[in-house]
């Protein structure tokens, strides 16, 4: 099921048994109480993308270290961290992330370690990966659609059981990351240096996703 704002401001005023709009333009209380809670803080879609490991939005990227920035103590290599990273999933030296790097600093706006180039995949808020609506699976998109209901109903329909509708909320959520699990590849575990010299050097797990 594509989505858009507007379909998911309708799935939210469908929660609340008000009537959809009929386009973002429109005039009334429900849809500037929609704006609002779409644009609060980094925005609703980012806050949605924070929820879960969603693998519709998982971008894997190499980062080269800065030409800018030479660390003055402790790591060697400091790495601009990506605007549009929600969420860190994996960081590796490996291009297969077939290792995680253990020994690495995050920082608000860098990453610092001592090996150039990382490799790393999060959760991306790019429009071309999480906020590409039409990557989105139906149990996300009617989730966040009621999830903004849930937001609103306090000021749209003062009678609404806000209790069942958070309980609502949190089963659709359960539904979405149960299915987005089912997407997932199948992994392994590395094996250790026994393992490896038993089976033979590309014998190990090279799986990758981005």
Not at 72 to 101: C, H, K, M, Q, T
């Amino acid at each position: 099921m594509a989505t858009s704002q507007l379909g998911l401001y309708n799935i939210a005023l469908r929660v609340l048994g008000e009537r959809s709009l009929d386009s973002l333009t429109e005039e009334g209380e429900p849809r500037r109480e929609l704006d609002a809670v779409w644009s609060s803080g980094q925005g609703a879609p980012r806050l949605w993308l924070e929820q879960g490991l969603w693998n519709f939005a998982i971008r894997a990227q190499q980062l080269d270290s800065s030409t800018t920035l030479t660390p003055a103590f402790g790591y060697s290599f400091a790495f601009d961290r990506p605007s549009d990273l929600v969420r860190l999933i994996d960081i590796s030296a490996d291009e297969a992330f077939n290792a995680p790097l253990l020994n690495y600093e995050p920082e608000v706006t860098y990453y610092f370690a001592n090996v150039d180039p990382l490799y790393i995949r999060f959760v991306s808020d790019d429009e071309s990966y999480g906020t590409d609506f039409s990557l989105w699976p139906e149990t996300f998109t009617l989730w966040a659609g009621t999830w903004l209901g849930l937001q609103i109903a306090p000021r749209i329909k003062a009678d609404t059981d806000v209790d069942r509708l958070e309980a609502k909320v949190a089963k659709l959520l359960r539904d979405a990351r149960s299915k987005d699990a089912m997407d997932e590849p199948t992994r392994f575990p590395n094996h250790g240096f026994w393992a490896q010299s038993r089976w033979g050097r590309y014998s190990e797990n090279r799986d990758r996703k981005g």
